[in-house]
């Protein structure tokens, strides 16, 4: 009995954003617009370099920010991770439980992971990640009940980690597969497809029925065109979602391609735009929806989290959907 519509398994994350300036970037020698996983010290040294920044402060993890704004839409859901009892994890459960969230958190002594986020002028995020509790998530905490009775199962690359996350993960992609559950994969960033390219592939080709992916992991994964990579995961039996930024998405179902059109925005922060993507996509398929308004519907929260700063929606936006 499906009495879940989404349970994810992911990094359990906060979001730390700064607005900051592109000397800032330069002089902290980081990479403008990809993400850097930083241990706790490295962490500290950046947050000390804007400590007389104002700070923003959400739920963070690209899993994390779909599940909620599907729960923002009303869809039961379960999410999985690990924390510490510390400031951050206690934040995590709190506001998990505002959003009515049912959580399966694993408690740890390595302290809660965050995601300082860099947000310069022109709405590019440059992230620096301390994972800390979420590299110690292990198969003992998978949920694989909770994934028996969900329609669909949701996690992402980051999870590709540690062997213990990976003997995890391989756990709950087998008990989805077992029970009939929908598994959806988002691919998360290229750095992840470069480490882990065959495993990524395997891994579409045995268990997954959706996968999320932009143009640079498309690429990494399959080594052509988005075009390409979309007829491939489709060859393989899911459904290819390949987001193209600012020219919108191709979305490819067995022989059914179609092109997505971007919802025209003034960008202010890219962060989880790709993350509300597959949202929205989700919440289209999970209504029974053909591919045209999943992807409408998806290109509808990417343009409204990036015409703002954080990882959230509005609910201008959410509104739109359940009138999709």
Known sequence: MKI????????????ILIKVEEKDIKDLGLTKGV?????????RQILKHFADHHHSVELGGSAMNAIRTLAELRKKALFAGMISDDYYGQMIEKRMNQLGIESKLGLSHEPTGTCLILITPDGERTMNTHLGASRLYSIDQVPLEAIKAAKLFHFSGYQWDTEAQKTAMKAALA?????????????ADPFVV????????????????????NKEEAKGLYG?????????????????????????????????SIKVEPVSTEVVDTTAAGDMFAAGFLYGHLAHRDLQVCGRMAATLASDVISRVGATVSNRALGDLAAL
């Open 175 to 187: 008990k989805a597969k077992e029970s009939g559950t929908i598994v959806s994969f988002d691919v």
């Open 35 to 43: 993400m850097h996983l930083v241990d706790s010290e490295r962490q």
């Open 4 to 15: 879940y519509d989404v349970v994810s398994v992911c990094n359990a994350l906060v979001d």
């Open 194 to 213: 470069n480490r882990n390219r065959e495993d990524f592939t395997a891994m579409i080709a045995e268990y997954a029925d959706i996968v999320f992916c």
């Open 224 to 256: 052509e065109s988005p075009a390409f990579a979309a007829s491939q995961i489709a060859r393989a039996g899911a459904i290819a979602v390949v987001k193209l930024g600012a020219e919108g998405a191709l979305i490819q179902r067995g022989s059914e």
